[in-house]
């Protein structure tokens, strides 16, 4: 990340979303980790279907998820560099500085700060979650 923030945008993420005319993308704070989310403009979309789906908004209690949930998010585009420009707000409230790692996750990518992403132990943790998760399994072909 450079001095004004900006971000350039790895071409192995570009390959995996498709060429497009306009790279669009919204950016908000993780709902779990000290981290940010990067969502293309299709899957925050789809994001936002689910929820929808979920949601009631004439509940007190769904209408304050839902308050949070869109809370400090920001839409981004690339420049003509292939760069987009992080929001400081955001960038502060993860603790966001200089160096930066950018997390392929599925159908979003995670932005950390490299110390935090670094310091993480995760082997046993993984290891705890994948037995939790996946080893109550008959098979693993279904």
């Given at each position: 990340m450079d001095a004004k923030c900006r971000v350039l945008f790895p071409s192995a993420f570009k390959k995996q979303i498709g060429e497009?005319?306009?790279?669009?993308?919204?950016v908000k704070k993780d709902i779990f980790e000290n981290?940010?989310?990067?969502y293309t403009d299709e899957e925050w979309n789809r994001q936002n279907q689910i929820i929808r789906r979920k949601i009631n908004p004439?509940?007190?209690?769904?209408?304050r998820f839902?308050?949070?949930?869109f809370r400090g998010?920001?839409?981004?585009?690339l420049d003509g560099?292939?760069?987009?420009l992080l929001p400081k707000r955001l960038l502060e409230e993860v603790?966001?500085?200089?160096e930066i790692v950018m997390a392929g996750m599925d159908n979003k990518i995670e932005i950390w700060s490299k110390n935090v992403y670094e310091s993480q132990d995760v082997q046993d943790d993984f290891a705890t979650l994948a037995e939790n998760i996946l080893g109550g399994f008959e098979s693993l072909e279904d």
């Open positions: 497009q005319e306009e790279y669009r993308f919204v981290c940010l989310v990067l004439y509940n007190k209690e769904h209408n839902l308050r949070n949930f998010t920001a839409e981004l585009s560099n292939g760069r987009f603790g966001i500085d200089k």
